[in-house]
């Protein structure tokens, strides 16, 4: 039975009973849980990347603890819509990007990952995923990062994924309680199984899954 869970861990409290504001407060709750598997044996993994700020802490995270060697950073592009929504005069409108906007967002991305030594995969993840796990046989996972919105997106990382993660890993859902379509991927994957979500603060806080 699908299950969630308000319990948090005791190294935790501190953080819980502070009043912050959101993104501290999401900050926080990566690096907390970021301490939980910076000594296993596995890469961290971001699927749902569209600029660098989203996972350049993690880089960062690493750099003031000690080297693991073998957790890579790996970062799977966010699809960016060809079609998107701004504001204009209060009204919306509705513009087309061409090719040139979407490769100079890749070329900045991939520009940015080197600098972080991030490996950066850009494409659509219905593609870059499964040709990656081809091409990477191997990988296993201690920390993977969920922010996707789409659903097919998020159903497609959960499936190829999710088995990679290693013993006391952790799955982190960023837009669990924003996200519609990202929170009804994860209770589909995880229909009828005994698996427990916890969170640090439902309305701001980070969701996420050790898997066991």
Partial sequence: MFKSSTNYLPEHELLINKHLEPNTERLLSHYELYKLVKNLNGSIVKCGI????SFRYFSFFKKINSYNPNQSLIAFEKSTPI?????????????????????????????????????????ELSTSLPKYLIDNPELKISLLVVD???????????????????????????????????????QDYFNNQNVIIRYFSKANGVYYIIKD
Avoid at 50 to 53: A, C, H, R, S, V
Avoid at 102 to 107: D, E, N, P, S
Avoid at 169 to 184: P, S, T, W
């Fill in 50 to 53: 569209n600029n660098d700020e």
């Fill in 83 to 123: 079609l998107e929504t701004t504001i204009v005069d209060k009204e919306e409108r509705l513009s087309v990007k061409n090719k040139e906007e979407l490769a100079q967002t890749q070329k900045s991305l991939y520009q940015q990952s080197k600098e972080e030594n991030i490996e950066f995969i850009s494409g």
């Fill in 148 to 186: 996707l919105d789409n659903y097919d997106h998020t159903i497609t990382t959960m499936q190829y994924l999710y088995p990679r993660i290693i013993n006391k890993g952790v799955l982190i859902i960023n837009n669990y309680y924003k996200k519609e379509a990202e929170n009804k991927a994860i």
